[in-house]
């Protein structure tokens, strides 16, 4: 079991940071402030970290809404739970941009449509289980996607600013 | 390759996983978070990878532990070393984890000390920073053991970093304790002023920029 983070994983972990962040020296604080804490945890060494990875990605992601909440750069979402979307994971899946298409898009997304994404295309996960990891309601995660598809196929359609859920 | 990803339409999977990857820390980043789990990790893998005799390990030991009576012996080399880690740390000017203008924020932050950060008298008489001048505050280590850094602005502009952590002679050396009517230790050391002292039972040691 090494607890070491190797080159590879300090990039993903910073780009999970920039993922939430958008901003590269946030990005950069983040993640140092969060590789700290978990330096400081095995240290003390009172508990086992089996998977430092998913570990200090915890870490960035909760210092990110303790960080950034008060200036509102968590979004406190109102969602439609109770509404039903004919929607699957092969909505999204179906979906292709350009990545100029992509990037005029991303800042707008919220940064938990954002957090979402990056599981879903980075990290593999299904949609059960970033409703689990974020222990959101599987019906507030498909009006979520249900969303971003809207978004993503009206892409074109977008005016340059002023769009946002 | 940049103008490729613009313009090429892919499925949306694949073009935010190329998104993502774009985001790099440069070199110095890496070596430099490498670097900061190196100097906690590194003695504990060393350690565990160790397949020494039982006779060998004994050895060593009695080595280490005369190594260790003439380090707390030599009160002055290890002044020296605790004045280099703390003027290492400073130069570092790692980001706060609080920001902070009270001793009480401060001392409400750190709860995972052996210790509780306590306002220096000394730090007011001799060096004239006040609590008011307190600015932030984070964890760090001196010598591997878990202690407070305080960050203090000076009416320069510049930083003066102090930092705290529970006195034990047998860690730290033999250092002047203000409570019984000794003066701090002064030396320079890359150069920054350091000053180091005992004070309510805590080390103290103050970085200061020239």
Excluded at chain 1, 34 to 42: D, F, G, T
Aim: aromatic letters at 8%; a negative charge; one cysteine or more.
């Amino acid at each position: 079991m090494d607890q070491f983070l190797s080159e590879d994983q300090l990039q993903s972990l910073f780009q999970y940071a920039m993922v939430l962040s958008e901003n590269r020296q946030d990005a950069h604080d983040l993640l140092q402030s969060a590789i700290e804490s978990y330096l400081i945890r095995l240290q003390r060494g009172k508990e086992t970290i089996a998977n430092p990875l998913a570990f200090v990605r915890a870490l960035i992601r909760n210092r990110f809404i303790d960080h950034y909440r008060h200036s509102q750069r968590w979004q406190n979402e109102s969602y439609e739970e109770m509404n039903v979307y004919d929607i699957s994971p092969v909505c999204l899946e179906e979906i292709t941009i350009t990545g100029q298409e992509l990037e005029s898009l991303w800042s707008r997304l919220s940064v938990m449509e954002r957090d979402i994404l990056y599981h879903w295309a980075v990290l593999g996960y299904s949609t059960d289980e970033v409703c689990a990891l974020f222990a959101i309601p599987r019906g507030t995660f498909l009006s979520k996607v249900h969303r971003l598809r809207q978004r993503f196929r009206n892409e074109g359609e977008i005016e340059p600013t002023g769009v946002q859920a | 390759m940049k103008d490729n990803y613009l313009s090429t339409a892919r499925p949306l999977k694949e073009q935010i996983g190329l998104k993502t990857q774009q985001e790099k820390l440069d070199c110095l980043e890496v070596s430099r978070l490498v670097e900061m789990q190196e100097d906690i990790l590194l003695p504990k893998k060393n350690q565990s990878k160790s397949k020494l005799s039982s006779s060998l390990v004994a050895s060593l030991l009695v080595v280490v532990m005369l190594a260790a009576f003439l380090w707390t012996e030599g009160g002055n080399h290890s002044i020296q070393a605790i004045a280099g880690e703390v003027a290492g740390n400073h130069i570092k000017q790692r980001p706060m984890e609080l920001y902070a203008q009270s001793m009480d924020q401060v001392q409400n932050y750190f709860k995972e000390l052996d210790f509780s950060p306590a306002n220096s008298d000394q730090l007011l008489e001799q060096f004239s920073l006040a609590e008011s001048d307190l600015v932030g505050a984070r964890y760090c280590s001196i010598k591997g053991i878990t202690a407070a850094q305080l960050r203090y602005k000076v009416s320069t502009g510049h930083h003066s970093t102090l930092y705290e952590v529970g006195y034990d002679a047998d860690i730290y050396g033999q250092i002047p304790d203000i409570d019984l009517g000794e003066v701090p230790e002064t030396l320079m050391i890359k150069g920054l002023k350091v000053s180091i002292w005992v004070e309510k039972g805590l080390l103290m040691a103050l970085v200061e920029d020239m």
